[in-house]
């Protein structure tokens, strides 16, 4: 069992739903943490797997409009 405080922190995404304009970028990088329903639908699971972190930093990356925060969850770490 993990005790250190970096072993407990989540990293959790924000999609800004009002600037997203559906270019889809982020579902094509992350696309078991992206969804596009319909044209202009996003679905998202806010809490990021470890296993697809880096996929989603990417996904932040290369959204044409900067919708999408990536960070800690509030008290993450915390024991």
Do not use: K, W
């Not at 995404?13 to 319909?38: K, M, S, T, W």
């Not at 880096?54 to 990356?61: I, L, M, P, W």
Request: net charge negative; charged share 25%; glycine share 6%.
């Amino acid at each position: 069992m993990q005790t250190s405080r970096t072993a407990a922190r989540r990293t959790r995404i924000v999609v800004d739903l009002n600037r997203c304009q559906a270019y889809a970028q982020c579902v094509f990088l992350a696309p078991r943490v992206f969804e596009l329903h319909g044209e202009e639908a996003l679905r998202y699971d806010p809490s990021v797997p470890d296993d697809q972190l880096e996929r989603v930093r990417q996904a932040a990356a290369a959204c044409p409009v900067q919708a999408i925060l990536v960070g800690e969850e509030p008290g993450a770490g915390i024991p």
